[in-house]
């Protein structure tokens, strides 16, 4: 079946310092792959998306997303982190001709240090 | 200003009432998906409807009912056989067609507690 795994349930990196999220995913194609942001209490925001094409993918708000074919990831990246980027993030993946359906990840809690 | 509106953000309900949550949106989108978040759980599928009149089962159906009458509006019924009810209730819309039909907007949520 597929399934999407967020190891990490919770970081914490101080402000300022680099970010990485790990996706790790299982499917028997190429999935379409995507990154959402969730703040507390509220819906979720779509940070960033990869269909096909250049591997590397950036998306909004300064935050970048790197595919892996070979290690069936696609993780999150942040060269510098701000208070406000602390939220939940979920990984999901897009499964091919299952309409518009995502499986998404357990999450992971980011929290910033000051 | 485009977007998708649940209403409303918190509701009580004890146990045993049926309770129907409400998604609107403007965005003309097609498809439409209800999904129930609990903590450590990520976001689960509950139904979703790809066009107006039609709609599919997600992974976890059992308890819940939905309606497509129109393409703005979806509403979810939390029936009283859903054995947990209690949990965050998102709802999302996408364009229907293309892969941009996998981009999905997603409402503020409703937080359902049943005593």
């Known amino acids: 079946a597929q399934s999407v795994t967020q190891p990490d349930i919770h970081i914490t990196v101080s402000e300022g310092a680099s970010l990485e999220l790990r996706c790790n995913y299982s499917?028997?194609?190429?999935?379409?792959l995507f990154w959402y942001v969730q703040s507390p209490g509220q819906g979720l925001q779509l940070l960033l998306k990869?269909?096909?094409?250049?591997?590397l993918v950036q998306g909004i708000k300064g935050f970048e997303a790197e595919f892996k074919r070979s290690q069936s990831s696609f993780n999150l990246r942040k060269p510098s982190v701000h208070w406000s980027d602390a939220a939940e993030y979920f990984c999901?993946?897009?499964?091919?001709?299952?309409?518009?359906?995502?499986?998404f990840g357990q999450g992971t809690e980011l929290s910033v240090k000051p | 200003d485009g977007g998708i509106t649940q209403s409303p953000k918190y509701l009580f309900r004890k146990e045993g009432q049926n309770v129907t949550l409400s998604c609107e949106q403007n965005l003309n989108h097609d498809a439409m998906y209800w999904y129930r978040q609990d903590p450590g759980q990520g976001l689960r599928l509950i139904y979703y409807s790809q066009i107006v009149n039609d709609f599919q089962k997600g992974d976890i159906a059992e308890g819940y009912s939905v309606s497509r009458e129109k393409k703005e509006s979806f509403p979810l019924t939390v029936t009283s056989a859903q054995k947990n009810p209690t949990a965050f209730y998102l709802c999302?819309?996408?364009?229907?067609?293309?892969?941009?039909?996998?981009?999905?907007?997603f409402g503020p949520g409703t937080r359902l507690t049943v005593t």
């Open positions: 999901a993946v897009g499964l091919y001709n299952q309409g518009g359906k995502l499986i």
């Open positions: 499917y028997g194609a190429t999935p379409y």
């Open positions: 999302a819309s996408s364009p229907g067609t293309g892969t941009v039909k996998y981009e999905q907007y």
């Open positions: 990869y269909f096909s094409g250049d591997t």
